[in-house]
């Protein structure tokens, strides 16, 4: 490499571990002077993590690192980050790619090697994240986002308490990375599950770019660069984007979108029905009793997580908006309405054979009527708190 370039960085997920091999050997032998670092997390349940490296001619850097506090972020910050810097410093490769472990989440990875730090260095001093790929296969699609196991079923967690399930996992991986690679299909694999594949994976994430493993196309998309700030707002339910209604190869998306709040007690009953409705969906709502706070909403397969995510503008002072990132406030700002501010109910739910119309009916029938929005935030705050023991959860 030139004098003071910077080593570019290529991060590879998948939960489907077939694909995402074959996409980091197709970087390996697309680019001379690759190399390829992996951190094998089989073991973290036993507090070890193995790295290995691996060029175009042999395996090497063999080491055994203890998991620090059960944290697998920790490892890569311990090992990854100084493995990067001293690849870099040594100037014998060109590019490096970092094999996540299957359940991995491409996210606390790319942030860790953008934004951190090695020996009083920033990390962005030495590498560049020139990319985040997620390899999968679009077959397996549909039904990985379809059942409630957990990784840990299938010996891919990340540490002891690690209780995300394979669909969660792999909703997440696909959603945040910025290319998607999958394997190339002859006219004979051109089949009905396939096109649902592809199809949910282009509504997953509209803006990603698919790419076909096998046709050269994968080394110039992972080398087109990545914004690391602009995936985190991305990701982000107070500020995501999400998807636009669509329908395509038996695959449909609905985008909910109403300004009324939502009852707590008919909408809390109205999750058993909800959350199974659709593979994904995702977003931020409101509550008429919790009138102040944004919640996000996130479920894929039979699981779902509500979250707190700060408050919504319109219950903050003009004064502090300062306080608040600009891309919050330009978001608030865009959603504002005369009578709830920034309040929105926005969901979106993906899925084959999506019942759009008995979704939305039933989504409908969970706002406030007109005789209870009449009784305004006062009369809301006296509703039963039916979300208390999801949000707050005994510890």
């Given at each position: 490499m030139p004098e003071n370039a910077r080593l570019p960085v290529v991060v590879v997920a998948g939960l489907h571990g077939g694909q995402r091999r074959r996409a980091v050997d197709e970087l390996l032998n697309g680019r001379a002077g690759a190399v390829v670092l992996h951190h094998?997390?089989?073991?973290?349940?036993?507090?070890?993590?193995?790295?290995?490296?691996?060029?175009?001619?042999?395996?090497?850097?063999?080491?055994?690192?203890?998991?620090?506090?059960?944290?697998?972020?920790?490892?890569?910050?311990?090992?990854?980050?100084?493995?990067?810097?001293?690849?870099?410093?040594?100037?014998?490769?060109?590019?490096?790619?970092?094999?996540?472990?299957?359940?991995?989440?491409?996210?606390?990875?790319?942030?860790?090697?953008a934004g951190g730090e090695v020996d009083g260095r920033r990390m962005h001093e030495v590498v560049e994240l020139a990319g985040v790929v997620t390899a999968v296969d679009p077959l397996r699609v549909t039904g990985d986002l379809s059942v409630p196991d957990d990784l840990a079923e299938h010996g891919l967690h990340t540490a002891p308490d690690d209780t995300r399930t394979r669909a969660e996992t792999l909703a997440h991986q696909v959603e945040y990375a910025t290319v998607l690679a999958v394997p190339r299909a002859g006219r004979e694999d051109d089949t009905p599950e396939r096109r649902s594949g592809l199809a949910m994976l282009r509504q997953l994430h509209p803006t990603a770019r698919t790419v076909r493993l096998g046709t050269g196309e994968l080394i110039r998309?992972?080398?087109?660069?990545?914004?690391?700030?602009?995936?985190?707002?991305?990701?982000?339910?107070?500020?995501?984007?999400?998807?636009?209604?669509?329908?395509?190869?038996?695959?449909?998306?609905?985008?909910?979108?109403?300004?009324?709040?939502?009852?707590?007690?008919?909408?809390?009953?109205?999750?058993?029905?909800?959350?199974?409705?659709?593979?994904?969906?995702?977003?931020?709502?409101?509550?008429a009793n919790r009138p102040d706070q944004m919640l996000a909403w996130d479920a894929a397969g039979a699981n779902l997580a509500v979250e707190e995510c700060g408050p919504w503008l319109a219950s903050v002072p003009d004064a502090a908006w300062d306080l608040y990132p600009p891309a919050r406030t330009a978001a608030a700002a865009l959603d504002w309405h005369p009578a709830h501010g920034d309040r929105v109910q926005r969901l979106s739910f993906t899925a084959e054979g999506l019942d759009a119309h008995g979704l939305t009916e039933l989504l409908d029938s969970c706002l406030l009527t007109d005789a209870e929005l009449a009784a305004g935030e006062p009369g809301w705050k006296t509703l039963p708190d039916a979300f208390e023991e999801l949000l707050d959860p005994v510890s």
């Open positions: 094998d997390l089989g073991d973290a349940p036993r507090g070890i993590v193995r790295r290995e490296l691996r060029d175009a001619r042999s395996r090497f850097g063999h080491a055994e690192i203890p998991l620090t506090n059960d944290c697998p972020c920790c490892a890569l910050r311990e090992d990854l980050l100084p493995e990067l810097a001293r690849i870099a410093d040594a100037g014998q490769y060109g590019l490096a790619v970092v094999e996540l472990w299957g359940g991995s989440d491409p996210h606390p990875a790319a942030e860790l090697i998309a992972a080398l087109g660069g990545f914004d690391v700030a602009a995936a985190r707002d991305r990701v982000d339910p107070a500020l995501a984007l999400l998807p636009q209604e669509r329908e395509e190869a038996g695959v449909a998306t609905l985008v909910w979108e109403r300004r009324r709040p939502l009852h707590p007690t008919r909408f809390y009953e109205a999750l058993e029905l909800l959350v199974p409705a659709a593979q994904r969906s995702r977003g931020r709502f409101w509550l």
